[in-house]
């Protein structure tokens, strides 16, 4: 059975930073490429980073600079590193294993002062 569970998720002031983590089971975790969603409130949810098995990674423009996605196989978890927070990042945050359907509940941040 596959899971994905997420945290690291908060309340963070702008200019602040968040770590967040996603545990996976059930999968071979290193074999494949995993990424972090979010979804604003009335927005559709967007994708912000990737990671290949190989560790490549790609992130939308609108992070790119201020967060960084990485991965310890031997911990099966996949982390976002978040940077330099402003309020249009206050989202739900999910974690994806791509080309799936396998997703994590999602764990909120609020950048908020």
Same mark, same amino acid.
């Given at each position: 059975?596959?899971? /994905?569970?997420?945290?690291? %998720? ?7 930073? /968040? ?38 990674? @790609? ?14 196989? %031997?911990?099966?978890? /996949?982390? /976002?590193?978040?940077?330099?927070? @402003? ?18 509940? %999602? ?7």
């Amino acid at each position: 059975q596959v899971q /994905l569970v997420e945290s690291g %998720g908060g309340l963070v002031q702008p200019g602040g930073s /968040l770590r967040l983590s996603c545990v996976a089971s059930g999968i071979i975790f290193s074999a494949f490429e995993m990424a972090w969603y979010r979804q604003a409130p009335g927005k559709q949810r967007e994708l912000v980073a990737t990671i290949t098995s190989g560790g490549s990674t @790609n992130f939308a423009d609108s992070v790119k600079g201020r967060f960084t996605i990485s991965r310890d196989n %031997g911990r099966n978890t /996949l982390y /976002l590193q978040m940077n330099s927070l @402003n309020a249009e990042d206050t989202a739900v945050y999910y974690c994806n294993i791509q080309h799936t359907t396998y997703w994590g509940r %999602g764990t909120q941040v609020t950048v908020s002062s």
